[in-house]
């Protein structure tokens, strides 16, 4: 049995939906990191910075909801 088809059936979820799922968590979860990362950058006057992480955090949120509404239209199927 290759890893995919163990990680299927150990998961119950094809690998390409769960990929999908991972990369919105990920997206998520460093959209959250990020907002920390905002927070020190403006506590330690670094407006520069701060916008920097404000817009890859942007980013991540783009990635998500792409990523949600592709997960949505194939499970859909």
Same mark, same amino acid.
Do not use: H, P
């Given at each position: 049995?290759?890893?995919?088809?163990?990680?299927?059936?150990?998961?119950?979820?094809?690998?390409?939906?769960?990929?999908?799922?991972?990369?919105?968590?990920?997206?998520?979860?460093?959209?959250? /990191?990020?907002?920390?990362?905002?927070?020190?950058?403006?506590?330690? +006057?670094?407006?520069? @910075? #701060?916008?920097?992480?404000? /817009?890859?955090?942007?980013?991540?949120?783009?990635?998500?909801?792409? +990523?949600?509404?592709? @997960? #949505?239209?194939?499970?859909?199927?």
């Amino acid at each position: 049995m290759s890893i995919n088809a163990d990680a299927q059936t150990v998961t119950g979820t094809k690998d390409k939906d769960y990929n999908i799922i991972w990369f919105v968590e990920a997206c998520l979860s460093n959209a959250l /990191r990020l907002e920390t990362y905002v927070q020190d950058a403006e506590s330690a +006057g670094d407006s520069e @910075l #701060a916008e920097f992480f404000r /817009r890859a955090q942007g980013e991540s949120r783009k990635g998500a909801e792409q +990523g949600k509404e592709l @997960l #949505a239209r194939r499970l859909g199927k």
